[in-house]
Nanobody, 115 residues
Framework: QVRLMESGGGLVQAGESLTLSCTASGTTFRIQDMGWYRQPPGKQRELVATMTRGSTTTYADSVKGRFTISRDIMKNTVALQTNSLKPEDTAVYYC?????????WGQGTQVTVSS
């Protein structure tokens, strides 16, 4: 079992920044990829950014150049630096961990960007 705990969401104005953090606990040795998804109001959950154990990253086109994912495998943490936030970035952001036979999700942290 892997447990994920997010922190760092909040209310910001357009153009500002936030750092989201996530810490994994439990059977963390099983984790392959870690990253972030988000679910905007009234929409489906979508990929934001992920990183493999080998540090290969994947970003959604909508966040490239603005968001940066980082991961500390020894500390079982993953972070998302979000810059130049836009109102359309408003969503619940979920931490994600991929293991061999499935995925784990955090409870989510709300990010609201006002115009």
């Amino acid at each position: 079992q892997v447990r994920l705990m997010e922190s760092g969401g909040g209310l910001v104005q357009a153009g500002e920044s936030l750092t989201l953090s996530c810490t994994a606990s439990g059977t963390t040795f099983r984790i392959q990829d870690m990253g972030w998804y988000r679910q905007p109001p009234g929409k489906q959950r979508e990929l934001v950014a992920t990183m493999t154990r080998g540090s290969t990253t994947t970003y959604a086109d909508s966040v490239k150049g603005r968001f940066t994912i980082s991961r500390d495998i020894m500390k079982n943490t993953v972070a998302l630096q979000t810059n130049s936030l836009k109102p359309e970035d408003t969503a619940v952001y979920y931490c994600y961990a991929k293991v061999l036979n499935g995925n784990y999700w955090g409870q989510g942290t709300q990010v609201t960007v006002s115009s």
